[in-house]
Every structure is written in C-alpha cells, then in structure tokens.
C-alpha cells in the first residue's frame, strides 16, 4: 500500500512567485492534515480536512495560503506571493476517520530566494 | 493552551551511550502523548505513544512513560546505534475533543558517532 506521497520534494522559488504543493494521501483516508516546520522550530499545525471540507483552518499564518482538497482526494497548498519566510518544510499526514494517529508524507522543502 | 517543550539539540553521543532527551507538556484534559522521528531524507514517522498516565510506550529500544505528577514524556534508549541518528519530536493530541491535530516540540537532533 503506497503511503502519504508529497510533491515536490523539494522547490526553489523567488520572492514574489506562486508554489503550490501536492499531498496525496492514503486511500480511504478521509483526514488530511498540512503542518509545517520553519527554520528548525517545531512542526506547526496548519489545517485539517475532512473528505473535501476544512475542519479547522486555525493555522493558516495568512491569506497567501490556500488550500484545497477537491473531490476528497489529494489535496493542494498554494503560496502566493511567497515571502522569504514561507521557507521551511511542508509536511502533509492522513488519517482514517476514528483512527486519529496519522500517517506522514516525507514533506516538501520550500526555499524561497 | 496546550503546548509541548523539548530539551535543545543537537545531542551527539558515543555509539553504546545511554539517551534521554527531555520532554514537557502543558495541556488541559487527558492528552495522548508521541514520540516522531525523522531519519534523514525520510518523512515523520510514529516511534511511540501512550494514551494515559502511567503508560509505557516502547519500541525499537526506545522508551517513554506518561508521567502526569510532572507533566513529562521523556524518551530514553539504553544503547543508542549510529542508525539512531535522526530528529525526534514530542507531540500531544488534545483530549477531550481529539482530531488529529498534533502538538509538536521543537525537535531534538541525534547524532550517534560510532
């Protein structure tokens, strides 16, 4: 059974432009975190969906974030513009509903120049 | 609100050497508790949890008891290897009202030097 897969791994991006970044988690999982971790501090919640609904978006840091998950399945993170401290690794994790201990993706590295 | 703190890193240790790395927690309610790991190039993976107060989790070696009197989680492993090397975060899901959502540590590197 495939795991958590995250795309890119890694992406190099100048000040001003637009990422987004691919998680596609297991199958039949209905819960899909996103978390992220900046410059070595602690792993950070940032949203939860439920199938294709947000169920606690309280992480965000702000309104350049925006996340989608259409049809329930794999889910997107758009950063736009990107600001230098939007660098860091961009973990993703899914759960089944009821079963709350989830599994992580290997998480993409953002760097933006 | 609920939070988790972890002993500063790095942590560099002689292949053999007993480890501990220090973790607290701050939370309302009856927490679950976690170790993660991160192995170099890999993505985070669960090394051990426990779900009430007294509770042992252990696997690989690695150990750690809910202590609830001190509010602590502390990682130990008796003889660390250089395969140890990694990044390990303590982390807790509230409870009540657990979704998933996962309070994380800081992190702390090991480095095992053979």
């Known amino acids: 059974e495939a795991g958590v897969t995250q795309f890119p791994s890694h992406s190099v991006i100048e000040k001003g432009q637009t990422v987004t970044l691919r998680c596609d988690p297991i199958?039949?999982?209905?819960?899909l975190y996103w978390y992220r971790r900046v410059m070595g501090k602690e792993i950070k919640f940032l949203l939860h969906?439920?199938?294709?609904?947000?169920?606690?978006e309280s992480g965000m840091p702000n309104n350049r974030f925006l996340a989608e998950r259409t049809g329930g399945t794999y889910s997107t993170l758009k950063v736009q513009p990107a600001e230098l401290e939007d660098s860091g690794v961009y973990f993703c994790?899914?759960?089944?509903?009821?079963?709350?201990?989830?599994?992580f993706g290997q998480g993409t590295r953002l760097t933006v120049v | 609100g609920n939070s988790v703190t972890q002993m500063e890193g790095p942590v560099t240790l002689s292949e053999e050497a007993f480890l501990t790395i220090n973790c607290t927690y701050t939370?309302?309610?009856?927490?679950?508790l976690f170790w993660y790991v991160q192995y170099p190039g890999e993505g985070l993976q669960l090394l051990l949890k426990?779900?009430?107060?007294?509770d042992k989790g252990s696997n690989k070696g690695f150990e750690a008891t809910y202590r609830k009197e001190t509010t602590s989680f502390h990682l130990e492993k008796g003889s660390v290897q250089v395969s140890d090397s990694a990044v390990y975060f303590c982390?807790?899901?509230?409870?009540?009202?657990?979704?998933?959502?996962?309070?994380f540590g800081q992190g702390t590197t090991l480095q095992v030097k053979p």
């Open positions: 969906f439920v199938k294709e609904s947000k169920q606690d």
């Open positions: 426990a779900t009430k107060a007294d």
């Open positions: 939370a309302t309610g009856y927490p679950s």
């Open positions: 994790a899914s759960s089944q509903v009821g079963v709350l201990i989830p599994f």
């Open positions: 982390a807790l899901t509230q409870f009540p009202g657990n979704t998933g959502k996962l309070i």
């Open positions: 199958s039949g999982h209905d819960n």
